[in-house]
Nanobody, 125 residues
Framework: QVQLVESGGGSVQAGGSLRLSCVAS????????MGWFRQAPGKERQAVAS???????RYADSVKERFTISQDNVKNTVYLQMNSLKPEDTAMYYC???????????????????WGQGTQVTVSS
């Protein structure tokens, strides 16, 4: 059974940085997909970033050049470094795990199957 546990959320001012972490158990990260979604109040869940197939990366256009996804296969952990945060980045951030999929719904490269409980990120102006 896959378990995903996020940490690292919090409140920052615009322009600040946060790093999210997600520890996975019961899951082989390196050959599959790991990453992040987010959901703001009243909005649909949005894919943010994925890391898949031994280190390839994909980002939503809204976070390119600001967010960086990385993974540590020894620690079975995926990270999301978020810089230059904006108020519109405010959301609940969910760690996700899944499988590579041609034209998948997760940024065109993966399909998500499992989710963490989420960690709140709040960016004030």
């Amino acid at each position: 059974q896959v378990q995903l546990v996020e940490s690292g959320g919090g409140s920052v001012q615009a322009g600040g940085s946060l790093r999210l972490s997600c520890v996975a158990s019961g899951y082989t990260m390196s050959s599959n997909c790991m990453g992040w979604f987010r959901q703001a109040p009243g909005k649909e869940r949005q894919a943010v970033a994925s890391i898949y197939m031994y280190g390839s990366r994909r980002y939503a256009d809204s976070v390119k050049e600001r967010f960086t996804i990385s993974q540590d296969n020894v620690k079975n952990t995926v990270y999301l470094q978020m810089n230059s945060l904006k108020p519109e980045d405010t959301a609940m951030y969910y760690c996700a795990a899944g499988r590579p999929s041609y034209r998948g719904s997760w940024l065109g490269v993966c399909e998500a199957n499992d989710w963490g409980q989420g960690t709140q990120v709040t960016v004030s102006s």
